[in-house]
């Protein structure tokens, strides 16, 4: 009932806006035109003025000018009143009143709301700046019919503004002492002195005075503008002085801008009024200045997008005002909201200005999408956490880090009982309208997040929302997922990561993007024929033959989810995208092996998020999938074989998903590959991007900088290493790098690790691991696991850890024992090799199994194992973690590790 | 780190040896026979992705080619030596001979990683190959055939090449083509059925009844599963079977005393032969560590998975009951574990002739591409039963005749055939 209530006043609202916005627009549309006198004009505007007024029946308006009167017919003058006075050069030439006839509830103004107060302002704003344009115009005109000009009509012009607008005036005397220096008119050079103290001159020109400039009165800038126009008329004819004075009178009109430009305390709701007011006057035929219209891009980019000088300065090549403008459409913010879209949001609609205007595209990096997107302005946050009195939670962030993983669950679960501000609630209810039932994705996007050097890559959550049925279930679906995102801010892993990167003490401000989700309904479900993420450099390479630049593209079937996290039972396709043709997976056991076998997407039924088998989808909707032919291929007897749209059996054959027709037979990879390199060019740094396709078109979901680790030098590898020294080789998938001053080795035995037969004692692990992550000296201690730490689904696969349990390690290894038909996938491209790589954590993956492999077991075996000393209460599982004392065990000596990528050789020794 | 170098050829060469000494071969047959007839090193240049250019170095070895064409895989792979090839392509001329196929043995091989090669320059290494041998290949000459990391479509790729330089169609100059473009019928039930065949035949001549035995098998691809499929038809009861989980990274044994239900485990199988522990457990299966298939109370013990696997110690797990090992897999017996077995008198269907199946529908692959004429499943199958039967017989009948174990008749028997064909062409 009570939402019922809620929802009948919002609608009810909207209405009154949008009959008030009309009679805005209608009274503009009318003054502008030229044609109709101002007695007519005046006389129709009483007509249209009542309809804006929340009851027009008994609405009438009256126009008073110059003594004369215009009024709607059956005029009557009551004690309901609303008036506004037509004041032009200072003087009151008329009014404007507004009246009903009849009694009316009591509102803000008597029976009037404020926002027609509002309005009847606005609209004898309008009336005004009509009046003085026709004025300055009729002068001009008169000008225009007279061929042989005369000399005074410029005089005119200025007397006419020293009555009304002084300090017009002075602003163009001063435009006109620049102009005719411009001209190199030479007696011009005199007049700029006027405009200098007179004491610079006696104190000699560089020698700053320490007295304050003398001001001057109104009367001195008079008698200064007539002898520039004295000068001015000696040398210019009076059409070249006259056209110069309507130009900038006309920029002029302009200066309410400066409001938004000088002042970066303005709230969005002002800037987006100026931004409307700058809207109407532009129809009516306002000019910028082209340093004014950059100044007030460069205004509203740094106070709506990013304060960040680098985002600046490529931004306003590539934003327009009018761009800006239509984003401010799609904008929720709290009532005095300073907040801005944050990182994730300004960086997509940069790039994709960039790549609409970059002087580097062509047709394939033009060629794309990105999806229906409205925001929450960052401040939206705090606005929450004070409508729902949440103060105390902001100091979550200086609390110990065991403290924030104990409590997060509970401020969790806070947040996603707590409720909204009507304004953001009103704000949602009309992006839920705009978007219907269309499934959503909503997203975090952090003021701190996606700057270059700080990407907070999946430290915040994104939710996918199925958007559908009545509108209460969409909004309280919507404002649920907001929540969740709300409360990840105050996660353990995203304050940790602050702490590293310095940016602790800033506030927090998350902006939230909602974006429709790309992808077309299939039976019940709703997903993208396939979505990824491609990164500038490739820092992993299957093969020598491929080289950093030539990128990494991590593409799935259906939603990007599962090319986005790390995956512990399934496997994106790998392409580098320069060279297409060396794939990961050659023989034919590989191709199948290593092929996505589960598919990321929306139940519109269960209204769910959900992960299914391809092999099932296939078998339902394989037919409806969108551009089936070009995700998998045809597996028959040791056969890969592109397919063809028609003869595809899903019951019957065998299909994997391999990408080959995508890659081979469409411009796919033309587009994603001048896409990047436009993006590149223009950020001037490595990037990485989000896609998702429908089938029909690509969509750019995300772009931003690529975690940009320093390209470390290939280490040089001795040949001669004492065998007692020598820990371990490696020679697969190497990086560059040399780790020195190693001083302990954290080692999970792969065995015993394999032996713990409870989920308790296995999870047990990754906390003891991020215990002794927090004890041993930081970047001075090497991890050594089985499989793949920090897997997110089988735990016997990997210690499992989050980034916070080991972000602390100089090297990650993992341990993989080599069996006949596995090679354990390596933690490549994903969230938490971004976050290695970032933090310059160096990964190095270990074969001990394979023939001219070094792996020193007796090292292993013999060292004492100083575990017990360090965690005394988990000594129990002193078996499987060892903890060697590297510095204790080898006469003071420290452990190094060397690294050749171009050899593909790595080993770890004790420095001799 | 010193690690003694392994010659394969060396092996190979010492394993004929013994042969010949019991044949009591003459010093020309041995020369003859301890090395490849023909042997090509030759060079391959592929004009690379990025424009430039790469030489690979590529070999076909042609053992012996008394008994017929020499008929051999061609395999790329980067650690590749001509030794390697050699010995396999000796290895080849025994396979063909103990199966009773008019065949010859060669190998061959391109030195080169796919792993690092785009799928065009891997066609133009297949194209370049067949132009520098197409002289001293074909299909009544010589004839490759896919093998470690090469597939189907490679095989096409040199079919095409080869024909567009002879300028007429000849299908039979290559096999393991995809069935539509050349392939045969019935080669995926092939070595499995054949497996099954071998011990029909073994079950007969220890007067035992198919439908009174009971089996174990390692592994569940392939070739155990028409193995399984065969031996259920000819009465017998299969009651464990183990398969590696790929989740877990380690195998179980699916057991089921009252015997296992082929079309249930086949339903929750992925296409690795990956049986879905948790459903076979609704089942009714029990899970057991994978390495009990071999302690099994069986009559008939069939590894189909990896090399060793019946080592010294497994090898004393083998339960009493236990009268047939069939070797699906090849080599799952360790010399160790070959001489516990005899002494526990089981009887060994040794690898490359229970496993000869595959083999022998490549011949039947070949013989149908020569004649233009393909057959229907049935009929591949039921020649396939008649070529393994004859093989069985005369290794078998061969052992009791001369008194060896069944290995070792099935090594000597194929080097008297092809020492024999030597002698009758007047060679040696």
């Known amino acids: 009932m009570e939402n019922n209530k809620i929802q009948t006043d919002l609608i009810y609202e909207l209405k009154e806006r949008a009959k008030e916005l009309n009679c805005m627009y209608e009274t503009q549309e009318l003054l502008s035109d030229k044609e109709k006198s101002i007695d007519e004009l005046f006389q129709h505007l009483t007509k249209i003025i009542p309809s804006g007024w929340q009851y027009p029946c008994i609405c009438f308006a009256k126009i008073t000018y110059k003594k004369q009167l215009f009024q709607s017919s059956n005029f009557n ?25 009849e009694a009316r509830p009591e509102s803000d103004y008597g029976p009037f709301l404020k926002e027609e107060k509002k309005l009847i302002e606005n609209i004898t704003d309008q009336i005004k700046s009509y009046l003085f ?21 410029s005089w005119k012009i200025l007397d006419l503004l020293k009555k009304t607008n002084p300090k017009l005036l002075i602003s163009i005397s001063r435009k006109m002492v620049n102009y005719l220096s411009w001209k190199r008119i030479s007696e011009a050079e005199k007049l700029f002195d006027y405009y200098n103290p007179s004491e610079e001159k006696e104190s000699g020109l560089f020698k700053e005075s320490n007295f304050p400039y003398r001001t001057k009165s109104e009367k001195d800038e008079f008698e200064i503008s007539d002898k520039i126009f004295e000068v001015t008329n000696k040398y210019l004819d009076e059409q070249e002085i006259l056209d110069n004075i309507s130009r900038w009178i006309k920029y002029d009109q302009s200066s309410f801008l400066i409001n938004l430009m ?41 106070r709506l997008l990013s304060d960040q000088a680098d985002f600046i300065k490529i931004a306003k090549n590539f934003i327009d005002i009018s761009e800006i403008n239509e984003l401010t459409n799609n904008i929720i913010y709290p009532k005095k909201s300073y907040g801005k879209l944050g990182g994730k949001a300004s960086g997509l609609f940069l790039s994709s200005k960039i790549l609409e205007k970059s002087k580097y595209g062509d047709n394939y990096s033009t060629n794309f999408k990105i999806p229906k ?57 009309k992006m839920l309208n705009d978007f219907g039932e269309h499934p959503l994705i909503v997203r975090s996007t952090s003021l701190l997040e996606d700057r270059q050097y700080s990407i907070f890559a999946g430290k915040y959550k994104s939710l996918f929302i199925s958007n559908q049925g009545t509108k209460k279930e969409r909004i309280d679906e919507l404002t649920d997922a907001i929540a969740e995102i709300y409360a990840s801010t105050f996660g353990p892993d995203p304050i940790e990561y602050r702490i590293e990167k310095d940016l602790l003490d800033y506030n927090e401000e998350m902006g939230i993007m909602i974006q429709e989700v790309i992808g077309k309904k299939v039976g019940k ?64 056991d590989e191709i199948i092996r290593y092929s996505p076998k589960n598919i990321d997407l929306i139940n519109l039924e269960k209204r769910s998020f959900e992960t299914v088998k391809i092999d099932t989808l296939l078998k339902e909707y394989g037919k409806k999938y969108p551009k089936i032919n070009q995700i998998v291929s045809l597996v028959t007897n040791g056969f890969v074989q592109q397919v063809q749209r028609f003869g595809m059996n899903f019951n019957k054959n065998n299909y994997s998903v391999t990408f080959n027709g995508l890659i081979n037979n469409t411009d796919f990879l033309k587009k994603i590959n001048s896409m990047m390199s436009v ?43 004492l065998s007692n020294n020598f820990i371990f080789s490696a020679n697969k998938y190497i990086t560059n790098g040399t780790v020195t001053n190693i001083s302990h080795i954290v080692y999970v035995d792969p065995q015993k690790y394999s032996e713990l037969s409870g989920y308790n004692e296995l999870a047990t692990i990754g906390r003891l691991v991020g215990k002794l992550n927090k004890l041993l000296p930081k970047r001075q201690f090497i991890l050594m696991g089985p499989g793949r730490w920090g897997s997110r689904g089988d735990i016997k696969l990997g210690v499992n850890v989050t980034y916070s349990e080991i972000n602390n390690t100089s090297v990650l290894i993992e341990i993989a024992k080599k069996r006949k038909d596995y090679v354990p996938e390596l933690s490549f491209g994903t969230h938490f090799f971004q976050d290695l790589v970032e933090a310059n954590i160096l990964y190095l993956p270990l074969y001990p199994d394979e023939e001219n492999n070094v792996f020193n077991e007796s090292f292993f075996e013999k060292s004492p194992n100083i575990f017990p000393e360090l965690l005394p209460n988990y000594k129990e599982f002193s078996n499987v973690i060892k903890v060697i004392d590297v510095v204790a065990c080898s006469e003071g000596h420290f452990l190094n590790i060397l690294m050749n990528g171009n050899e593909n050789k790595a080993v770890a020794m004790i420095s001799e | 780190m010193t690690t003694k170098s392994y010659n394969p050829f060396h092996t190979a060469q010492q394993q004929f040896d013994k042969a010949a000494d019991l044949l009591e071969l003459n010093l020309a047959t041995r020369d003859l026979l301890r090395n490849p007839m023909r042997e090509f ?8 992705d990025d424009g430039t250019r790469k030489i690979f170095k590529a070999f076909r070895i042609q053992h012996n080619d008394a008994r017929g064409a020499a008929k051999g895989g061609i395999r790329f792979h980067p650690q590749e030596t001509v030794d390697t090839v050699k010995a396999l392509s000796m290895w080849m001329t025994w396979k063909t001979a103990v199966a009773d196929i008019p065949l010859g043995g060669g190998k061959g091989g391109v030195i080169c990683d796919p792993h690092h090669l785009s799928q065009f320059e891997q066609e133009q290494i297949c194209r370049g190959w067949i132009r520098q041998i197409y002289k001293n290949i074909g299909p009544f000459s010589d004839i490759p055939a896919p093998d470690v990391m090469t597939n189907p479509q490679h095989m096409l790729w040199m079919l095409d090449e080869y024909e567009t330089i002879t300028g007429a169609k000849y299908p039979g100059a290559i096999t393991g083509k995809p069935i539509g473009m050349g392939g045969s019928q019935g080669r995926t039930e092939a070595t499995g059925y054949g497996v099954i065949i071998t011990v029909r035949e073994a079950l007969k001549e220890l007067k035992i009844k198919p439908n009174k035995t009971t089996a174990s098998f390692q592994g569940f691809g392939n070739v155990s599963q ?132 595959g083999v022998i529908c490549s011949y039947f692959e070949q013989v149908q591409n020569n004649t233009n004429y393909y057959w229907e499943k049935d009929e591949v199958l039921s020649k396939l039963d008649v070529k393994m039967t004859t093989a069985f017989a005369s290794v078998s009948d061969f052992a009791k005749e001369n008194d060896l174990k069944m290995r070792e008749a099935a090594y000597v028997i194929s080097v008297n055939k092809v020492a024999q064909a030597c002698e009758n062409r007047g060679w040696v």
């Open chain 1, 77 to 101: 003058e009551t004690k309901w009143e609303l008036n506004s006075d037509i004041i032009l050069e200072n003087k009151t030439v008329g009014s404007l009143q507004v009246f009903y006839s």
């Open chain 1, 133 to 153: 344009h026709q004025h300055l115009k009729s002068i001009f005109e008169d000008k225009h019919h007279n061929k042989k000009i005369n000399k005074s009509e």
């Open chain 1, 262 to 302: 000088g002042n970066g305390n303005l709230s969005l709701s002002k800037i987006i009024n100026i931004l409307e007011r700058y809207y109407h006057l532009k129809n009516q035929g306002l000019l910028l200045s082209p340093i004014r219209e950059k100044n007030l891009r460069v205004s509203l980019i740094r």
């Open chain 1, 373 to 429: 997107t409205w925001f929450i302005v960052s401040d939206g946050l705090l606005n929450f956490m004070e409508y729902n009195s949440f103060e105390n939670i902001v100091e979550q962030k200086y609390k110990d880090i065991d403290q924030v993983r104990k409590e997060y669950s509970y401020v969790a679960h806070v947040f996603k009982n707590a409720s909204f501000c009507p304004t953001i609630i009103k704000g949602l209810s």
């Open chain 1, 525 to 588: 479900y709703f997903f993208p024929a396939f979505a990824g993420v491609s990164f500038s450099q490739n820092n992993y390479r299957w093969s020598s033959r491929i080289k950093q630049e030539d990128g990494l593209l991590r593409i799935v079937p259906g939603l990007g989810t599962r090319a986005v996290d790390r995956l512990s039972d399934d496997y994106p396709i790998l392409i580098a995208p320069k060279k297409p043709n060396l794939r990961t997976t050659i023989t034919i």
């Open chain 1, 679 to 721: 993006l590149q060019k223009e950020f001037s740094y490595p990037i990485d991007i989000e896609f998702a396709h429908n089938g029909e078109d690509l969509f750019l979901l995300q772009c931003r900088p690529q975690s940009y680790g320093e390209i470390s030098k290939p280490a040089e590898i001795p040949t001669n290493i």
């Open chain 2, 41 to 48: 090193h030759f060079t391959i240049s592929v004009r690379m």
């Open chain 2, 226 to 357: 028409y193995a399984i499929e065969l031996y259920h038809k000819m009465g017998g009861k299969t009651i464990c079977v183990s398969s590696w989980d790929n989740d877990d990274k380690k195998s179980y044994a699916f057991r089921k005393k009252e015997g296992i239900n082929l079309k249930e485990l086949l339903e929750i199988t992925d296409i690795f032969g990956g049986i879905d522990k948790n459903k076979a457990e609704k089942l009714g299966y029990e899970i057991l560590p994978g390495d009990t298939w071999i302690e099994q109370e069986v009559d008939i013990l069939i590894p189909a998975a990896l090399e060793n696997q019946i080592n010294e110690e497994t090898a004393t797990k083998i339960s009493n009951k236990v009268k047939i090992i069939a070797e699906g897999a090849n080599g799952p017996t360790t010399i160790e574990a070959d001489e516990i077995l005899n002494r526990k008198n089981i009887f060994i269907i040794p690898d490359f002739l229970a496993n000869a199946g």
